[in-house]
């Protein structure tokens, strides 16, 4: 059994908030992102877990907005602590790589890393649902570190065959296939509009996002000049553009190759 305790942190980046899981098989409970550190929120997860017995904490990724939580609920509830690496407010008492796994009753959850989001992103596939975490999220595109890594882990969980999708914020999405191609054809889309604006004139980054991101709110502007500097990064590694970095991210100088 799936459940989702939303954690009260809504805002641009986060949505409504974010999701965490528990997952049960039996009396067993394995908790899934637990989230940032409020009160509050790990007493709705303790909650949860009721009079079930919780058997460890597994996280997606280290971002404040997922992670913090876990230590802390780790020493109330007794169990270990599961990710991929050390990371801010974030120990994990086992290392998780690509193909392990995390036993709870008679099932268990297999570790998919998903390096892109952040590097030591890892989707936890469990029958044919796969969490995502913040590699693919309903309701909003998702902020990238690595383009290239990104676009290779989308192709990876695509051909994983899951059904179902249950991401680190927004509704569950019932089609996994078709959500995972429309982020596929979504980044290669604003791929080519980046070439595109460039082909056409766009001489900076700051111009790019101009007009690639138009009617942006002024709250993302920073996030959009960072993610054309994150394409830009890729598009330099396959031979389409170079740049120049500016003093400022938004005046680095961008011309095709
Ligand atoms: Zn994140």
Redesign the pocket.
């Known amino acids: 059994m799936i459940e989702r305790v939303l954690a009260p942190n809504p805002s641009l980046y986060t949505g409504p908030g974010t999701n965490s899981y528990l997952l049960s098989s039996g009396t067993d409970v394995l908790i899934l992102d637990p989230g940032p550190v409020i009160e509050t929120h790990a007493a709705a997860i303790v909650q949860a877990v009721g009079d079930r017995r919780p058997v460890g904490i597994v996280v997606t ?1 280290t ?1 404040p ?2 992670a913090p939580l876990a230590n802390p609920l780790a020493l109330t509830l007794d169990v270990p602590v599961f990710g991929f690496g050390p990371g801010p407010d974030f120990l994990p008492d086992v290392s998780l790589v690509d193909g392990s796994t995390v036993s709870f009753g008679a099932d268990e959850l297999l570790a998919v890393h998903t390096p892109g ?2 590097s030591d992103h890892l989707c936890f596939r469990h029958a044919d649902t796969l969490f995502t ?2 590699h693919i999220m309903e309701g909003s595109t998702v ?1 990238i570190e690595d383009a290239t890594a990104y676009l290779d882990s989308l192709y990876l969980v695509r051909d994983l065959g899951v059904t179902r999708l249950e991401p ?1 914020h927004g509704a569950g999405i019932d089609d996994a296939g078709a959500a995972i191609t429309e982020y596929i054809d979504h980044r290669l889309e604003r791929e080519r509009q980046i070439v595109v604006a460039v082909t056409e004139g766009a001489g900076t980054i700051g111009t790019i996002v101009d007009v690639v991101y138009v009617g942006i709110p002024a709250g993302l502007r920073h996030a959009a000049v960072h993610q054309v500097g994150v394409q830009l990064t890729k598009l330099s590694r396959d031979g389409a553009v170079s740049f120049t970095l500016g003093a400022a991210e938004e005046e680095t100088e961008v011309r095709l190759r």
């Open positions: 990724h971002h907005d997922h989001h952040t975490g913040d902020i680190g």
